[in-house]
């Protein structure tokens, strides 16, 4: 059964950032120097392949550029400059799109002026939502106690409304992506344990990242884990001690040093990958789409505006610290209510989805071998 | 006969006889045979110190029989007969052994293939001391060139020679010059157009006087030998009737060209059924009217360009076509300049991008968003009109290499890149110059890399694509290489002949005349007086075929003689 | 030691010589027994080169021409394909085995095909055993 080649597929992935792929002739070069390609020798050439010639179902089924991390080896080796390690990433934010039912991923990663203006809107509604609670309720020179104008208690309700609202389109897209990857794969019988067994690889690859530290060089991966420790206890932190983080004058320190380690991780860390990328200093760092650069962005305002908030409130001038937690709230909401289930954000559930799944795959699908054997060959020639 | 004094020498050839061969061996067992005075073996016979060391031997020892065990004869026997001249030895008082293309390179056994070269030999010692010296004549060297094919080598070598001075005539069988180059519209890699090119070939051939330029004509026959051919041209012009021409020549240059292949042999590719599929040529009308447009008149979306048509593919043509490649990226690179929100897909086996600027070329070509789809060889895309539902025209199915499935390509437009193919006239040229073609109907040469166009026939040189498929830029080198060579012919004045001819011992002639018309040069003529047979010396070519067949053994063939032969027989069997 | 058999080959140069120098050339293998004599054209063969050959030793005589239509000399091959069914009909009354003697076009691309019909006539002509017309010769001259 011959499959259709679609032409025009490449044309159309161009502005999600993959403008050299049609370079590639195939040399296999990448595969040989990735180190996450297994016997076949198949990535990062396999997904150039199918990209180059339009064959989008088998692309939308194919997991493979989530196993990449983008130490960008292949770029480098490759002879002909067709960018193989940024055209894995375009893959990956096209995925993206594909996988959000709603579109609006598309549009973001389509169009960085709609993804900018979507921020815009939301920072207004959240800001203006705020200020009307805050007015209402609440007395702009009071931080916290009684009369606050932004009582943690009313933030913590909102927060785990808004975290809930995530869960639900980041979890069904997830389930799209399982669906396209695996459910509708017939080759795979669904075997309810083989899922709970491998379950323990979900929080193992979100926690450590540890394929990322297999790549050549360590620091990526140390900077990246870093980073993201740093948000994941501040998330925590958020979600579950806001009342404590708000709290003061007295400073309770088992929860204050988190968010202070955290504050100083995220900052670090963020403000390193801009430099990087200004400087195009290394080659994961060579090809920025618009989605990094509102991504970086907006984490390093909203980092910013947090550590302000707080440092306002300990000098003891509540009412700008005040102002400065409504921009902070006006920045992260549109932070997270838009690049979680729709833009780059997103990877922090495909990727390790997509390592859970690898492993189903290996399991229950029969493995291509490599014929590296020159007697099998042999046999396979005669 | 004077006493013999014979020299061996057995070269070594570096390691390439002396690995396998016991040379040392081989130089003991000659010069344990009457008459040899001096065995010995060397390195490399071919070099100054070896040539001298004959030289010296012939002088000092007063050699007058040489031998060499070395390499094939058609490699130096010119090169040690010079070196026996030099030495003051006659030229045909020399013999070679070939003990490395027919013993060292093709055994493998040590032991056996020693004894083979010792019998080499042996038969070559035993042949040289028959051997008498020769002397060559002189003949003139006439001036005027035959080219045939008035294509771009053609024209080429003609205004080469002419520009020298010399007559040319430029032979070409159709009613316009250019050849297939005239039927393109611009070249790979740098788009020049084909037009530009011709034009000013063809204005600095009319303007030259030296050239007569024959349309419409073809040579009918040619006889004769190097620097003295007779060459009859028969043209037809039209109305009148054929006319024929005897022109002498010294030199004639076969530059007759390629045919392309028939697409329509190659039935899944729908050539000659589906309207929008057409070939190289076709798609090249369509450049220099300007248009790219299906049948049906509108500008096509997608395009689809398959290489190797007719060319590697063991059932029609094994060989590559060499030009189709890059031909076919000049097509994508014309198609998409042309209409911008095209797709180009190139269909193709292995991107053969040899030539200067020509992988920068390929480059482009996928700058420019070109896909590049891959076949297997012997196998061959099936083309079929799409359905009613399908955004485009046709359908091409292949099993794709780089990808490892089976893919359906849309196309609006299918181009075949047809390969080159021997023309259907080129086995009767070759009869009419008497040079040979390979099993393809191209033209062999003298050797393929150190002489490519000579062939063995001497004053006979071949250019171009009727050699084999080439380029403009190879095309046009061979055109010139040609021209230098009879050039540097014309300048020496008088050609050499060789001394080897049959004669005919007049006492034992008896007049049965039977050799008269075996010769296939008419080189025996029959003085009607004397009532015997005589052999044109200049005419012959030392064939044999009347030496064999005398009833009397009345002819000698000059250094081919019975004795000679005898004797060797009687050596290799040693 | 076993039989070797010894085969004289006899070769124009335009064609079969230049095929079998391609033959070294392109270093394709071949058996040792034949051993390789040059005429200008096959026309030259005279019929007693071969019986000259049989009768000096040799166990098989090979005789090598340009293809039909191709030779350099325009119709030599032609007058040595004429001659040769006669020559195979005087060696049959002799009683000389037919595979001892054999004609084959090989052109100046043919290395390849020279090696194979040198490695046919060689195991053809060690099945037959080593002739016995040097013997036979060598024995009717010692009686006179």
């Known amino acids: 059964m011959a499959i259709r080649i679609n032409p025009k597929l490449v044309t159309a992935i161009a502005k999600y950032g993959a403008e050299d792929v049609q370079k590639c002739y195939h040399c296999g070069n990448c595969s040989a120097v990735c180190l996450h390609a297994d016997e076949t020798f198949n990535f990062p050439r396999k997904p150039m392949r199918l990209l180059q010639m339009g064959l989008e179902k ?325 | 006969m004077d006493e013999l004094k014979i020299g061996v020498y057995v070269c070594n050839c570096g390691t390439n006889i002396a690995h396998i061969v016991n040379a040392e061996g081989v130089k003991e067992a000659a010069a344990a045979l009457p008459d040899v005075v001096i065995a010995r073996s060397y390195r490399y016979m071919c070099s100054n110190p070896g040539q001298e060391m004959i030289v010296k031997d012939i002088q000092e020892l007063g050699l007058n029989r040489v031998v060499v065990a070395a390499c094939s004869p058609r490699m130096h026997e010119r090169t040690f007969r010079n070196a026996c001249k030099t030495g003051g030895l006659n030229p045909y008082l020399f013999e070679m052994a070939n003990i490395r293309e027919q013993c060292s390179w093709v055994h493998a056994d040590k032991l056996a293939a020693t004894e083979k070269a010792k019998a080499l030999t042996h038969g070559a010692v035993n042949r040289v001391r028959h051997h008498e010296p020769l002397d060559s004549l002189t003949a003139e060297m006439c001036p005027s060139t035959l080219v045939l094919g008035g294509g771009i080598a053609g024209m080429t070598a003609a205004l080469e020679l002419a520009m020298a001075g010399h007559p040319v005539y430029l032979v070409e069988k159709a009613d316009h010059l250019g ?254 110059v008497n040079i040979s073609a390979d099993k393809d109907g191209w033209f062999i040469e003298s050797h393929p890399k150190l002489d490519p166009v000579a062939t063995t026939t001497d004053g006979i040189y071949i250019a171009g694509t009727c050699a084999a498929p080439k380029d403009i830029p190879d095309s046009v080198a061979q055109a010139r290489a040609a021209a230098g060579r009879i050039l540097a012919k014309i300048a020496k004045g008088k050609i050499e002949i060789d001394g080897v001819f049959a004669e005919i011992n007049e006492d034992r002639c008896s007049g049965c005349r039977m050799c008269n018309e075996l010769c296939p040069y008419s080189a025996i003529e029959f003085y009607a007086d004397k009532k015997r ?36 027989i009687e050596g290799v069997l040693a | 030691m076993s039989y070797e058999p010894k085969i004289v080959g006899f070769l124009c140069n335009w064609c079969s010589y230049t095929g079998a120098d391609l033959a070294g050339t392109s270093r394709i293998q071949y058996p040792a027994n034949v051993r390789i004599i040059r005429v200008m054209c096959s026309a030259r063969i005279d019929p007693t080169f071969v019986m000259d050959a049989l009768a000096q030793g040799a166990d098989g005589v090979l005789i090598c021409g340009c293809h039909p239509g191709d030779c350099h000399y325009s119709e030599g091959n032609y007058k040595a394909m004429r001659r040769f069914p006669l020559l195979k009909n005087l060696l049959k009354s002799y009683g000389i085995e037919d595979d001892r003697v054999r004609q084959a076009w090989v052109s100046a691309s043919e290395g390849q095909r020279f090696a194979d019909i040198v490695g046919d006539m060689t195991e053809r002509v060690r099945a037959l055993g080593p002739s016995r017309v040097h013997s036979t010769l060598l024995a009717d001259q010692r009686e006179r």
């Open chain 2, 179 to 432: 050849g297939n180059l005239a039927r393109v519209d611009s070249t790979a890699p740098y788009l020049d157009s084909a037009r530009d090119l011709l034009t000013e070939r063809i204005t600095h051939l009319r303007e030259n006087p030296d050239i007569s330029i024959m349309l419409n004509s073809q040579l009918k026959s040619l006889s004769g030998f190097i620097g003295n051919f007779s060459a009859t041209i028969e043209t037809n012009g039209g109305p009148n009737p054929p006319e024929r021409k005897v022109i002498p020549v010294g030199n004639v240059v076969v530059a007759t060209g390629y045919k392309e292949f028939d697409a329509s042999r190659i039935t899944h590719y729908g050539y000659g059924k589906l309207p929008d599929v057409i070939t190289s040529f076709e798609f090249e009308q369509m450049m220099r009217a300007g248009r790219i447009q299906t049948k049906s008149g509108k500008p096509p979306q997608y395009v689809a360009i398959i290489h190797c048509v007719g060319s590697r593919n063991q059932e029609f043509h094994g060989y590559c076509s060499r030009v189709c490649c890059m031909t076919a990226l000049k097509y994508a690179n014309e198609i998409k300049s042309a209409l911008p929100d095209s797709y180009v897909s190139d269909v193709y086996i292995d991107m053969h991008a040899f030539g200067k600027g020509c992988e920068d070329f390929y480059k482009k070509s996928s700058e420019i968003k070109t896909l590049f789809l891959m076949y297997g060889k012997n196998e061959s895309p099936v083309i079929r009109k799409a359905g009613p539902n399908d955004d485009c025209g046709m359908l091409i199915e292949v099993d794709e290499k780089l990808s490892g499935e089976r893919i359906e390509i849309p196309a609006d437009l299918v181009i075949l890149m047809v390969g080159m193919e021997a023309r259907p006239d080129a086995g009767e040229v070759a009869r009419l």
């Open chain 2, 533 to 568: 047979s005589h052999v044109i010396p200049a005419a012959c070519k030392a064939c044999g075929a009347c030496v064999a067949a005398c009833p009397s053994g009345a002819i000698k063939g000059r250094h081919f003689t019975d004795q000679q032969i005898y004797a060797q």
């Open chain 1, 58 to 382: 088998r692309i939308e089924a194919s997991l493979d550029p989530w196993l990449c991390y983008y130490c960008g080896q292949c770029s480098t080796q490759c002879p002909r400059g067709a960018e193989p390690g940024e055209t894995m990433m375009s893959l990956r934010r096209w995925l993206t799109a594909r996988y959000d039912f709603t579109g609006i991923s598309r549009l973001f990663y389509q169009s960085w002026k709609a993804e900018l203006a979507a921020i815009l809107i939301m920072a207004v509604l959240t800001a203006a939502g705020f200020l009307l609670y805050g007015f209402s309720y609440g007395d702009l020179r009071v931080y916290d106690g009684p009369g606050a104008f932004l009582p943690s208690s009313a933030v913590h309700i909102f927060d785990w409304a808004m975290a809930i609202v995530l869960v639900l389109l980041l979890g069904s897209n997830a389930a799209r992506m399982w669906w396209l990857t695996t459910g509708s794969n017939k080759k795979i019988k669904f075997d309810f344990w083989l899922y709970v067994k491998k379950l323990y690889t979900l929080p193992l690859h979100f926690f450590t990242q540890k394929r990322y530290a297999d790549c050549e060089s360590r620091q990526p991966w140390k900077l990246h884990l870093w980073l993201m420790l740093s948000y994941v206890t501040m998330l925590v932190l958020i979600m579950f001690f806001l009342e404590p983080m708000q709290a003061g004058p007295d400073i309770r320190w088992s929860v204050h040093a988190l968010g202070y380690a955290a504050a100083l991780g995220l900052l670090v860390t963020v403000v390193y990958a801009i430099h990087g990328r200004v400087k195009k200093s290394e080659v994961h760092m060579k090809h920025s789409h618009e989605s990094d650069w509102i991504f970086l962005f907006m984490l390093v305002l909203v980092t910013v505006s947090g550590v302000l908030q707080h440092v306002l409130h300990r000098a003891g001038t509540d009412m700008a610290a005040n102002i400065a937690y409504v921009v902070h709230l006006a920045l992260v909401v549109p932070m997270l209510t838009l690049e979680v289930p729709f833009s780059k954000w997103s990877h922090l559930a495909y990727r390790p989805l997509a390592m859970y799944l690898a492993e189903i795959h290996r399991v229950a699908l029969p493995q291509p071998k490599a014929l590296t054997e020159p007697a099998e060959l042999m046999k396979m020639a005669s």
